[in-house]
């Protein structure tokens, strides 16, 4: 079982930058295109960006241009680097790493990481 471990949250004024990382224990990391989602208060999980296992990418467009998000296969990590920060980019940012089996589709999410952007 891939288990995920976000960090790199924090409060942050608003233009302001961060990275968030995620650390997969196992090299399943490898096979799987991995995510990361946010969750504000009162609303949905919605999708930020996207990576697949040939580093193609995919953003929501109220992030593009402003987030990037990579991968390190080596060191079984994803990253999203998040610059010009809105106070609606506040949210619960969860990484997500999804793979498949012959038993099917396999979603595993990590326990989350609190950005807050506020003046």
């Excluded at 790199?8 to 196992?26: E, K």
């Excluded at 090299?27 to 296992?53: C, D, H, N």
């Excluded at 987030?67 to 990484?95: G, H, W």
Aim: with cysteine.
């Amino acid at each position: 079982q891939v288990q995920l471990v976000e960090s790199g949250g924090g409060l942050v004024q608003p233009g302001g930058s961060l990275r968030l990382s995620c650390a997969a224990s196992r090299t399943t990391f490898s096979i799987s295109t991995m995510g990361w989602y946010r969750q504000a208060p009162g609303k949905q999980r919605e999708l930020v960006a996207t990576i697949t296992t040939t580093s193609n990418t995919n953003y929501a467009d109220s992030v593009k241009g402003r987030f990037t998000i990579s991968r390190d296969n080596a060191k079984n990590t994803m990253y999203l680097q998040v610059n010009s920060l809105k106070p609606e980019d506040t949210a619960v940012y969860y990484c997500n790493a999804r793979y498949f089996t012959i038993s099917g589709t396999h979603d595993i999410w990590g326990q989350g990481t609190q950005v807050t952007v506020t003046s």
